[in-house]
Structure formats: structure tokens, C-alpha cells
């Protein structure tokens, strides 16, 4: 089974600082990455897609990804209190069924005043 | 206005009554999904469409059932409901042309069964 895996968290850190959010997956050939943010009770937003290696930047959103390694990343700079909230990693694999997108349980990120 | 809206937005319903949730759209995507979020589980795929005449089964299929009235309209229906089916429902629409089919949720459904 393809699988997408997160640290729980929570993830703390203090306002103004750097959030690094972590994501592997299990599927070596997959194409397509998303990072989506989740407010307590909400529904999942976009903030971020990536579809090739390297870094790509969005605002205070800077999305890493590493094929090689199996690894993609979202870092957070000059984090606020709003930017609390539970981030998903989400990943289209390869294959049949290619199109269906396969989350993470997400990593609870707090930014602490 | 929103782009996905889904109705209703709460629903308390009892063991063993039919139950339909709706997802409409205005992004003019073909494709539309129906997922449930449980804590500790994540997002699972339910049912998914990529045109009014295409219906595919998702991840976690059983107990449900759903059509796609429109390229807008796409409604989730649980013929008997159960207490496990208790969750967070989404809508979610895409459209491949993007280039990354990235997809759009709605504002959520929250279903408990007594």
C-alpha cells in the first residue's frame, strides 16, 4: 500500500521562528505533492504544490522536495500564532489510480506568542 | 461566494436512516471526490468522478453510494446509516488541465449517527 507518513506532533515553536514540516512517501515513482493546511474543524486548504526537485518558494512558504530520498518538505518562516494549525501532506502516486491523491495524517503545528 | 459548498453543513441522523449529502460546485472542474475524516485516521477516499458518466470507488466504498447529477453537482448518499459512519465529510473538486490536478475542498459536512 502507498503511503504517506507524518510526525504527528504537536510541533512547537516560537513566533517568528522557523516551522519545518516533514513528509515521506512510499512511492518512488511519484509525480505530484501538495501541502495543505487545516484549521481545527475546517476544511483542508492548498498552500503549496511541488512536481520537481528543489526548492519552491511562496511568500513565508518554501516547499522542498527531494525524489531521491523520498522526502518533501515545508518550511514556515517568520511563523505566527495564525499559522497554528494542522498541516497535511499529500501525494498523487504513480500507477493505477494514479490520480487519486494519498494524505498524511499531519503534523499539529503551534506557534507560541 | 465559495467555489464548493456542500449541504448540510451538520446533520444528526439515526442507526439505519438514509442520509444524502451534497457538493456543488462553481471552478467548472470535471473531477469530484467525496472524502471522510476521522481523528487518527486522515482523509480517505470515498468515491471519486471524473465526468458526469464516470463513477469510480475510492478507498472505503462500502455503505455508501453517490451520483453525479451535473458536471456541478455531485451528492454522497449513505442508504443505512451506522455509528462508524460518524465523521467529517469533504467535497473536493480538480481539474487535470492545471497541469498538477491539485484539488479544492469544500467547507465539510459534520455527520454524527446515534
Known amino acids: 500500500q502507498k503511503e504517506v507518513e507524518q510526525n504527528s506532533g504537536p510541533l512547537s515553536v516560537p513566533e517568528g521562528a522557523i516551522a519545518s514540516l516533514n513528509c515521506t512517501y512510499s512511492?518512488?515513482?511519484?509525480?505530484?505533492f501538495f501541502w495543505y493546511r487545516q484549521y481545527s474543524g475546517k476544511s483542508p486548504e492548498l498552500i503549496m504544490s511541488?512536481?520537481?526537485?528543489g526548492d519552491k518558494e511562496d511568500g513565508r512558504f518554501t516547499a522542498q522536495l527531494n525524489k531521491a530520498s523520498q522526502y518533501v518538505s515545508l518550511l514556515i518562516r517568520d511563523s505566527q500564532p495564525s499559522d497554528s494549525a494542522t498541516y497535511l501532506c499529500a501525494v498523487i502516486p504513480s500507477g493505477a489510480g494514479s490520480y487519486q491523491l494519498t494524505f498524511g495524517k499531519g503534523t499539529k503545528l503551534s506557534v507560541i506568542p | 461566494d465559495a467555489d464548493v459548498t456542500q449541504t448540510p453543513r451538520n446533520r444528526i441522523t439515526k442507526t439505519g436512516k438514509r442520509i444524502m449529502l451534497e457538493c456543488s460546485q462553481t471552478?467548472?472542474?470535471?473531477?469530484m471526490y467525496w472524502y471522510r475524516q476521522d481523528p487518527g485516521l486522515g482523509l480517505r477516499l470515498i468515491y471519486y468522478s471524473f465526468d458526469v458518466k464516470d463513477i469510480n470507488k475510492g478507498e472505503i466504498s462500502d455503505g455508501y453510494s453517490v451520483s453525479r447529477q451535473a458536471q456541478a453537482k455531485f451528492s454522497l448518499s449513505l442508504e443505512s446509516a451506522i455509528p462508524n459512519q460518524t465523521a467529517l465529510y469533504f467535497c473536493a473538486t480538480s481539474d487535470p488541465g492545471t497541469g498538477g490536478d491539485e484539488q479544492y475542498f469544500g467547507p465539510g459536512t459534520r455527520l454524527t449517527v446515534t
Open positions: 471552478k467548472g472542474h470535471d473531477r
Open positions: 512511492d518512488r515513482v511519484s509525480q505530484s
Open positions: 511541488i512536481y520537481s526537485n
